[in-house]
């Protein structure tokens, strides 16, 4: 009989799976002494990071009634508020020796430590790095991945 629980993609998502940490420019994996940098990502259904990003959302709507973005400055704060309910813990990070954990004061640290840069190109502007909060973003939708027999 087949064990449908490793498509339960609600609980696996809570769980969260391991990414490693890329440079924001060159896009090489993250390492020290050999053991590379990770964060334990969430994956989009899961119960925990949807319920803070309901609680941010009606945060934001109480604070503004604007949801243009204006700014580079605004799409970098967007983009980490987007990112924090799915991060879960860190594995070889510290930041002047203080090791990392998925609080939220700690992710949003992390996550501010790079900006977005754009580049002109002949069709107008792209983005021309990969800051922590865009991968982490991007990760949640690999997360779907790690499902079934993979």
């Known amino acids: 009989m087949a064990d449908f629980s490793k498509f339960d993609q609600r609980s696996n998502s809570d769980k969260g799976v391991w990414f490693d940490i890329l440079h924001p420019f060159s896009g090489d994996p993250i390492s020290e002494g050999g053991k590379a940098s990770r964060f334990l990502i969430r994956g989009a259904a899961s119960r925990e990071a949807q319920g803070k990003l309901r609680e941010a959302e009606k945060a934001a709507v109480k604070s503004s009634g604007d949801d243009e973005v204006k700014n580079m400055a605004q799409a970098h704060e967007m983009m980490i508020n987007v990112a924090v309910p799915f991060i879960?813990?860190?594995?070889?990070?510290?930041?002047?020796?203080?090791?990392?954990?998925?609080?939220?004061?700690?992710v949003r640290r992390f996550l501010d430590m790079t900006y977005p840069v754009m580049s002109l190109t002949p069709d107008g502007y792209e983005l021309a790095n990969n800051p922590f909060a865009k991968q982490a973003i991007d990760n949640v939708a690999k997360h779907e991945a790690f499902l079934g027999n993979g």
């Not at 879960?88 to 700690?106: H, M, Q, Y």
């Open 88 to 106: 879960v813990d860190f594995e070889n990070v510290e930041i002047e020796g203080k090791k990392l954990t998925g609080s939220d004061e700690d």
